[in-house]
T-cell receptor
Framework: GDSVTQMEGPVTLSEEAFLTINCTYT??????LFWYVQYPGEGLQLLLKATKADDKGSNKGFEATYRKETTSFHLEKGSVQVSDSAVYFC???????????????FGQGTILTVHP | EADIYQTPRYLVIGTGKKITLECSQTMGHDKMYWYQQDPGMELHLIHY???????EKGDLSSESTVSRIRTEHFPLTLESARPSHTSQYLC?????????????????FGPGTRLTVL
């Protein structure tokens, strides 16, 4: 079945440092890929997404590129801020017709803490 | 901006009580989901619905039940709560798109209900 593997955390960075959170996946066909963010005490919010190979999703300075050849969707940001401290989830949505269609499969989440 | 609501936000109850967690969305989405988030933060799908009168079990077995009598409402019920049910419960919804689903496949999440069973 579908699965998502995320870089284990927690990740601790200083403000303005470069961020990478690795995400790889296993799925049949061409799933849609997502990064969600969860701030303390809140639900998940969509951060960015990509629906086909070589697509780049971007939002709020974060970027991730859908790499079919390496089955990866790594999250990057050039200069993190204290306000980026949160839990980040990589997820995939199975393709139409598959048993996972419409449902999201999440990675285990990565805690990011950014210090001033 | 997505409009999906969950109540209560926090609930502390004793063992054996019956509880219902409410989830409502005002976006007219056909698909709705319940996730359980454990202390390690991992999310597990426990129920989903593709429309009125449609409910399915998710990937993680759960003693809870759900109903979908109206499009906008997807409550989750525990008949007899136990300490093992202590967790965060997240509700989500997404639109239906058919051939264009890939552009409308985002799930929108509510703020969650943190349940503690003593």
């Amino acid at each position: 079945g579908d699965s998502v593997t995320q870089m284990e955390g927690p990740v601790t960075l200083s403000e303005e440092a470069f961020l990478t959170i690795n995400c790889t996946y296993t799925a049949t066909g061409y799933p849609s890929l997502f990064w969600y963010v969860q701030y303390p005490g809140e639900g998940l919010q969509l951060l960015l997404k990509a629906t086909k190979a070589d697509d780049k999703g971007s939002n709020k300075g974060f970027e991730a590129t859908y790499r079919k050849e390496t089955t990866s969707f790594h999250l990057e940001k050039g200069s993190v801020q204290v306000s980026d401290s949160a839990v980040y989830f990589c997820a995939l949505r199975g393709r139409a017709g598959g048993t996972s269609y419409g449902k999201l499969t999440f990675g285990q989440g990565t805690i990011l803490t950014v210090h001033p | 901006e997505a409009d999906i609501y969950q109540t209560p936000r926090y609930l502390v109850i004793g063992t054996g009580k019956k509880i219902t967690l409410e989830c409502s969305q005002t976006m007219g989405h056909d698909k709705m989901y319940w996730y359980q988030q454990d202390p390690g933060m991992e999310l597990h799908l426990i129920h989903y619905s593709y429309g009125v009168n449609s409910t399915e079990k998710g990937d993680l077995s759960s003693e809870s039940t759900v109903s979908r009598i109206r499009t906008e409402h997807f409550p989750l019920t525990l008949e007899s709560a136990r300490p093992s049910h202590t967790s965060q419960y997240l509700c989500a919804s997404s639109p239906t798109g058919g051939a264009v689903a890939r552009s409308t496949d985002t799930q929108y999440f509510g703020p969650g209900t943190r349940l503690t069973v003593l």
